[in-house]
């Protein structure tokens, strides 16, 4: 494997050649571990015939792999000095395009159209910018891209959080918001010696599978979604007091009880023992009240 972008050896030579000194500010953590990138590969649901995107290659260690298991790699890079780097680190490969743009402020669907071909089945795969590691998530679900799945490296603490169940530390609005779109995993816990240079966390590989639909009916998804935050607002009160603080001035104590107990959801218990099917019969209880 000496050959491949992602050793320690390969990755010092290419930064020393190019004078390249990391950005902190954008998350630049770069991967030096083949067999990880073997794994995430692995999990990524990707062949010959498929289609992947990439947010931020790095000097294309992720890139490299993709290139060769993939039809087609097009990689999302918000940092300049990077692309004459990937110009040259993956020169051997005639089947990735660098598109130079912030993911957040892309127009995703746009890219896919010209990118990739009508039907073609497409992956996501990435080594995540972790200080935006949410946002691009919810930004890629929200959109509903037609993407089959999303197979990231991130923070270990908000993996958890994103593929968590009821009745756990981690579960919360995220892990609802997430797995609303998705069907989530964590396939493996990585440790912070495969990246260079290390982060300050311990990151694991998340798998995201994106449902055809949502798991739960629901009326608004705004609704249904701020309801969720409401709950958990804070997170020792009961579902009853949290209700009870959001809907202050528009909807009294006594309405909030009834309507609890006309659904048959406790007011005592905590938002972290709800699951998303009791979350949706609560949003929506609540929603055609106030509609
Ligand atoms: N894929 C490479 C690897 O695994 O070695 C690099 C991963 S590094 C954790 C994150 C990459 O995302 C960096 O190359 C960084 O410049 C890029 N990045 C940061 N913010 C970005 C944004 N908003 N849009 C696109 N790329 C971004």
Do not use: C, W
């Not at 947010?55 to 004459?84: C, M, N, W, Y």
């Not at 972290?272 to 055609?288: C, G």
């Amino acid at each position: 494997d000496k050959k491949y972008i992602a050793t320690p050896i390969k990755t010092k030579e290419i930064l020393q050649k190019y004078h390249f000194t990391f950005k902190k500010s954008l998350g630049q953590n770069f991967l030096i571990d083949v067999n990880v990138l073997k794994n995430i590969i692995g999990h990524a649901g990707i062949d010959k015939t498929t289609g992947t995107m990439e947010i931020g290659p790095g000097i294309g260690a992720l890139t490299e792999q993709l290139a060769i298991h993939s039809d087609k790699v097009v990689a999302f890079e918000i940092d300049g000095r990077l692309l004459p780097i990937l110009d040259d680190t993956l020169s051997d490969y005639d089947n990735i395009r660098i598109v130079h743009q912030d993911i957040l402020k892309a127009d995703v669907h746009d890219v896919i159209k010209e990118n990739f071909q009508e039907n073609q089945p497409i992956h996501i795969v990435a080594n995540l910018p972790y200080y935006i590691t949410t946002p691009i998530l919810m930004k890629l679900l929200r959109e509903r891209l037609p993407v089959e799945s999303i197979t990231v490296m991130i923070q270990k603490e908000v993996a958890d959080r994103m593929a968590a169940q009821p009745n756990t530390k981690s579960y919360g609005s995220l892990t609802i918001a997430i797995q609303y779109y998705t069907e989530a995993k964590v396939v493996m816990n990585v440790p912070k010696t495969v990246f260079m240079p290390q982060p300050n966390v311990d990151s694991s590989i998340l798998q995201l599978v994106t449902r055809s639909k949502p798991p739960v009916e629901v009326e608004d998804e705004d609704y249904f979604f701020t309801l969720v935050q409401a709950s958990f607002a804070q997170r020792r009160k009961t579902l009853r007091n949290n209700l009870t603080s959001h809907f202050k001035g528009i909807l009294d104590k006594d309405t909030i009880n009834e309507q609890l107990e006309a659904i048959g959801i406790d007011g005592t218990r905590r938002g972290e023992s709800l699951d998303m099917q009791e979350f949706s019969i609560l949003a929506n209880a609540f929603y055609k009240l106030q509609h």
